[in-house]
């Protein structure tokens, strides 16, 4: 069963049971931008990561596979802020499981004029301790862009070169932990993703969901805004769960899935 709930995403995940999804995938307020959604003060970093160590905490809960979360780091005043730094170490400190994290690359438009513009984001991954390891990487993988084979050159305990084994010959190549997805207008997979503040394009979701959910899996996002995740979830057939505290969202959501359903139907 697929439903969007409107309501509070620490609440929401607290009365869901303990491994009740496949994936928990969604993108948080930033630290230091609590005033882009109506807060009444600056949502300030420390704000932010005691509030996302215990969203993180029930997530990990009710994932029997994955968690990710997709963040930026704050800046305030020129100088850099380590909110997902932060989050990490905390995760860390509380025992919550960290994956090796993902980084988006996303060929955005310049924004700083005294520094190097950001052009990448982080897709922080969490699991927890007894994780199903679902890890379907053949669903994304490409065939290789070198032709492989040869053998590896190694080196003995006393520092003496010598050749090693052969190097695999794979017909696909395993997928790699940066993420080249284009954001901004025209590849967000929907014009409805503009009515949201800080959408995220469904070509990002999209991997996450191919390769960490079975086809009779689900995917929850705490977040879900625009409603990217459930579309991609939708489209790809898989159960979704979403949650946002605003009306507004929830609304926006309803739209973009019955935007998912209507394209579907049209196509048959």
């Not at 995938?25 to 509030?51: F, Q, V």
């Not at 190097?116 to 669903?139: H, K, Q, V």
Request: hydrophobic residues 35%; glycine residues 8%; aromatic residues 8%.
């Amino acid at each position: 069963m697929s439903e969007i709930i409107h309501g509070d995403c620490l609440e929401v995940m607290r009365g869901l049971a303990p491994g009740c999804v496949d994936l928990v995938i969604g993108s948080p307020p930033y630290a230091e931008k609590g005033e882009r959604y109506g807060n009444s003060r600056p949502w300030t970093t420390k704000d932010w990561i005691d509030w996302m160590v215990d969203v993180t905490y029930e997530a990990v809960r009710v994932s029997r596979n994955v968690v990710i979360l997709v963040v930026n780091g704050a800046v305030r005043d020129g100088a850099y802020l380590p909110a997902c730094e932060g989050l990490v170490w905390r995760c860390h400190e509380y025992g919550i499981i960290c994956e090796r994290h993902v980084i988006w690359h996303k060929n955005a438009t310049p924004n700083r004029k005294d520094w190097f513009g950001n052009n990448w984001e982080f897709c922080l991954a969490f699991r927890p301790e007894n994780s199903t390891r679902y890890f379907n990487w053949e669903a994304i993988a490409q065939p290789p862009k070198n032709r492989s084979g040869g053998r590896f050159r190694q080196r003995t305990k006393s520092g003496k070169r010598r050749l090693g084994n052969e190097y695999p010959k794979n017909k696909l190549a395993r997928p790699r932990d940066v993420l080249r997805v284009t954001v901004g207008g025209g590849h967000m997979g929907s014009k409805l993703a503009s009515l949201n503040e800080a959408p995220f394009p469904e070509k990002l979701v999209e991997p996450f969901i191919l390769t960490c959910v079975p086809p009779d899996g689900t995917v929850l996002d705490p977040f879900c805004g625009s409603g990217t995740t459930l579309a991609v979830a939708e489209r790809l057939g898989r159960k979704w769960i979403g949650i946002d505290s605003r009306e507004s969202e929830v609304e926006l959501s309803r739209r973009r899935i019955e935007e998912v359903r209507k394209t579907r139907k049209a196509a048959v």
